[in-house]
């Protein structure tokens, strides 16, 4: 199932002058990150590591731009900015989920500076209440050393799960992790502690729980007390 993508249209490597432009955009962020947050935060994290470390600076710079809605000059980092696609190359990247897990897929046609540009001017067309919230999620994924893969998500996310479920909607999957009937809305703090305590119980190897999925659903269950009443 597609979760997110979005097209960078750049010019190819062999053309006089250097621009970009954007094409199909999905990127759900709300709760934020979303998985549109996410998959910016990926292809800024894929491309920033190869970008010519001088460029760095310029580029943090033009997110906090976007995050105060200052008006962006152009051009850019040697390269403009605009709406015209013609005569242009592109590349899709793209975020899926095979059985509640993500997979990501990267198309590079052009080079890592135009995959980062693009993915930080894919942010500046969200509405300013979300840049605000993106832009410490942007700047955290320039800091990425490593694959992008569950770590990562947890890592820009903030969470301690990468699951499709738990990223759509926290709320609802952490009152399904502690068992709360369907139809409830928002438990108290008391009920949330119990239902913790009694998750804990079933889920410990010493009280039959299966020991090998223990220690992932301890983890689990967790982070749906956390979410849960970081929501009171």
Not at 60 to 81: G, K, S, T, W, Y
Not at 159 to 183: H, M, N, Q, T
């Amino acid at each position: 199932m597609l979760l997110a993508e979005f097209e960078i249209f750049h010019s190819r490597p062999i053309a006089p002058t250097r621009r970009l432009a954007l094409g199909r955009l999905m990127l759900p962020v709300e709760p934020a990150p979303g998985f549109g947050g996410i998959l910016l935060g990926a292809v800024l994290a894929v491309h920033a590591s190869e970008v010519d470390e001088d460029f760095i600076p310029d580029l943090q710079r033009l997110l906090l731009e976007i995050e105060r809605d200052a008006r962006v000059v152009q051009p850019r980092l040697r390269h403009r900015f605009q709406v015209d696609r013609h005569g242009l190359s592109y590349s899709t990247h793209r975020m899926t989920s095979v059985n509640d897990s993500i997979e990501f897929e990267f198309q590079n046609n052009g080079t890592p500076l135009q995959q980062a540009l693009g993915s930080i001017y894919a942010l500046e067309r969200l509405d300013i209440g979300l840049r605000q919230q993106l832009v410490p999620v942007m700047l955290r994924a320039m800091k990425w050393r490593g694959p992008i893969g569950a770590s990562f998500i947890e890592y820009l996310a903030g969470s301690k799960v990468s699951s499709v479920s738990a990223l759509a909607d926290p709320r609802a999957w952490a009152l399904e992790i502690l068992g709360f009937p369907g139809g409830t809305v928002k438990p108290g703090k008391r009920d949330i502690m119990s239902h913790y305590r009694d998750s804990v119980r079933r889920a410990h190897p010493d009280h039959g729980g299966n020991e090998t999925d223990a220690s992932k659903l301890i983890i689990d269950i967790t982070e749906a007390r956390r979410v849960l009443l970081e929501a009171l």
